[in-house]
């Protein structure tokens, strides 16, 4: 009895070693079908799975060569390149160059998110510093909010004055960007671009420019409290209103320089990094194995 377990397992194995050896013939399409059938022949249902993924990340590959050097690959097909591929392979070798591939990939695309990251980490920085930079030039004189006469209706209207505190002299249009949020509210009730001066102008030291925003929006949204306020409200406390004042230069020119601040979304950009290094993080513990991907529609 032990002679014949024997005897069949060494059978199995031989069987098995066999169906390993057999090899994939890329000299033609119908070739190809023909020694896959022999190969498969011999395989279990998972390392059919298996092979089909191991096929289909070659085939990604043949594809993203053909793309990215059209020059080798002038004139020939996309099923020539990946019968060309899979020539003379077996299954474990056409397994490992599927995960050579895959591994590679990872390499190619953690090195192309580190640099991503990094040079948004850079564009971050020096967005800050020119935002710093530019408005450390600037201070807002005083505020006041008033009421003015608008189509027959009583508004309030937030006067500003925003002084240049520079050393050395502007030249030219200065443009100033106010914008008034309201508490609760992401975006602007109101936002306006000021635009000063010509080619001529000279900006000195303690000029200011003064602007006057119409706080219609709150009024309408909360009458009542508007119209109990005593006016003119000198320096007014903007945060007991419920309401934030954002004044910033827009432009400028400075020793013959012309500076304009980012447009940037400092939260957008911050939540674009931070998804980004999700990716990098989940690429780098990734084996680039084919157990880590999932096949469908499964032969």
Known sequence: MKRSVTFYLFMLLIITLYGCGEKLNGHSEKDYEASRKKIEANLSKDEKVTLEKALRVIAGECMRLKFVEPNKYQ???????????????????VVDKAEEILQDYNKKEADKLSHEIDSLEKRKTADVNVRKSMSSLFKIDYLSI??????????PSLDVSYAYIGKQPLSGELAISYEVYKKGKPEPVVGIIS???DGNRI?????????HLLLREPKESDPQKWNALK???KNPDLQSLGLRLDVHPVSFTLNGKHYTMPKTNDAALAAEIKEKRVELTNVKNSKGTL???ELTNNK
């Open 75 to 93: 004139n020939k097909s996309f099923d020539s390149i990946v019968l060309k591929m899979i020539d003379g392979r077996t299954y474990s070798s």
């Open 146 to 155: 008033d009421k003015v006469d608008f189509f027959n209706d009583s508004i």
């Open 195 to 197: 635009t000063r001066g």
């Open 203 to 211: 900006w000195q030291h303690g000029e200011a420019i003064e602007d």
């Open 231 to 233: 006016y003119p409200i």
């Open 291 to 293: 157990d880590e991907l």
